[in-house]
């Protein structure tokens, strides 16, 4: 054992970390700055400027971070790489993070940074920037963000960057419907609107994006109608529907291909559910509502100072999206409580002599919610309700959702709603101002029967 060991073993306090760490990085710093020492040279060269960009620097501190550097100057000590503008702009600052560990980045600048790193294999900053890209998904940013960093993740093969992507945007897609980068969507990433979790004011505010894009974009007509057959008519009024035949060019264009879709969405509101459901398959996707912020589908639910008490809200909502069904509404009871106990949990007398209560920290409840309705099972015959509670931020006018919750069909609660909310934090990511912003949404599902035999 050395004398140090032995030192430690012996129980000697005496023994403290001098740490100089941070005087290293600058002293790293100034070497790249200054050029002392350097034995190696890049030059960086781009379409976009005659001059090429020169950096004096030491080959064992690239090697160090990069394989691929390693390899290059092996054999000599001057060096020219080819980068296109984007990457190029960025160099000095990839070169920074591999004198000294760390990097300053703007949403812009993520996927050239993260070309560079995968380029030059230096995995560390690769893994750090591919998650930045996915906890920065709601920054706010002019152009945005999202669906290029959606396109790029595809292009390189990142599958978690993919589905943190196609996750913001299904549920925050009615920002992205009113933004620029609805243009730049692909018709791969058009496969979005297959889902059901997407979160949009309305079937109609959804219809009326795709027409946009379709007119724009003007693809191939089997393109253009797969992308059509996605939109759930029977989620659209009758008289918004007689609306767009008379108006839309693109339904005009592509009724042929529509017809049996528009026609089936008529007799779902002409008919009875009961009797719709006799004929056809009332679970397929395109009778199942998606989650709509339209009033008659739910309500917003602002509760300052969540972690203070309990506390409870009611709203309406439309009994089912058949015309049929419009004029019905439900009424649901909605509690609150910040800190419910399992009854596991709760305090019971024990058989002491004193008979005291057994004491119960409050941190070991946990946030409930509990959506009720306010009428008797036998109203809602052949009506299911499947409930989704949304946590988000609203910014410039626009919903941000952070998390959604669903409910099993047959349930009055999700039991992991806000497991891991911290609601005593005042910066808890789940609080905006110190208020819990959620909006409640109320899908009705109707049932299917036994089929009539033709």
């Not at 064992?60 to 296109?84: A, G, M, Y």
Request: hydrophobic letters at 40%; one cysteine or more; a neutral charge.
């Amino acid at each position: 054992l050395s004398t140090a060991q032995k030192a430690d073993l012996s129980g000697d306090t005496t023994a403290a970390t001098i740490n100089h760490s941070l005087t290293l990085l600058q002293r790293l710093q100034e070497l790249l700055q200054t050029g002392n020492g350097s034995d190696s040279v890049l030059r960086v060269r781009s379409a976009a400027s005659d001059e090429a960009k020169v950096f004096h620097t030491h080959q064992l501190l690239l090697s160090l971070q990069s394989e691929v550097f390693e390899s290059l100057l092996r054999n000599q000590s001057v060096v020219t790489l080819h980068e296109p503008p984007e990457t190029a702009a960025l160099f000095d600052k990839f070169i920074r993070y591999l004198y000294c560990g760390g990097v300053s980045i703007l949403l812009h600048q993520a996927i050239p940074l993260h070309q560079l790193a995968s380029k030059y294999r230096v995995w560390g900053l690769q893994r750090g920037v591919a998650e930045y890209m996915r906890s920065h998904l709601a920054s706010e940013s002019s152009q945005g963000h999202v669906v290029g960093w959606y396109h790029y993740a595809v292009r390189v093969g990142d599958a978690a960057l993919q589905e943190s992507c196609l996750q913001f945007l299904a549920w925050n897609l009615s920002a992205v419907l009113g933004s620029a980068e609805w243009g730049s969507v692909s018709v791969e990433l058009l496969l979005l609107l297959e889902r059901s979790d997407l979160v949009l004011h309305s079937e109609l505010e959804l219809y009326t994006a795709v027409e946009g894009w379709l007119s724009r974009r003007q693809p191939e007509a089997p393109v253009a109608e797969r992308v059509l057959r996605s939109i759930r008519y029977p989620m659209i009024a009758p008289s918004q529907l007689f609306r767009l035949q008379a108006q839309s060019a693109v339904l005009a264009r592509h009724r042929g291909a529509l017809q049996d879709l528009l026609f089936q969405a008529f007799q779902f509101h002409a008919a009875s559910p009961l009797h719709f459901a006799k004929y056809f398959d009332v679970n397929c996707s395109m009778f199942l509502p998606r989650n709509y912020l339209a009033p008659s589908w739910g309500s917003q639910w602002v509760i300052t100072n969540p972690a203070r008490d309990d506390r409870s809200t009611s709203f309406q909502t439309q009994l089912g999206p058949s015309s049929h069904d419009a004029g019905k509404r439900v009424t649901w009871n909605v509690l609150f409580s910040p800190r419910w106990l399992p009854v596991s949990l709760r305090p019971v007398y024990s058989d002491s002599v004193s008979g005291a209560i057994q004491p119960v920290r409050i941190e070991d409840g946990r946030p409930r919610l509990v959506i009720t309705p306010a009428m008797s099972s036998p109203d809602f015959a052949g009506v299911s309700f499947q409930k989704t509670v949304l946590v988000g931020v609203r910014q410039q006018g626009r919903v941000l959702v952070k998390h959604a919750y669903s409910f099993h069909q047959s349930s009055d609660e999700t039991p992991d709603f806000l497991a891991h909310a911290d609601l005593q934090k005042r910066t808890s990511e789940y609080l905006i101002d110190n208020s819990l912003h959620l909006h409640i949404i109320i899908k009705p599902v109707y049932h299917s029967l036994i089929k009539v035999k033709k």
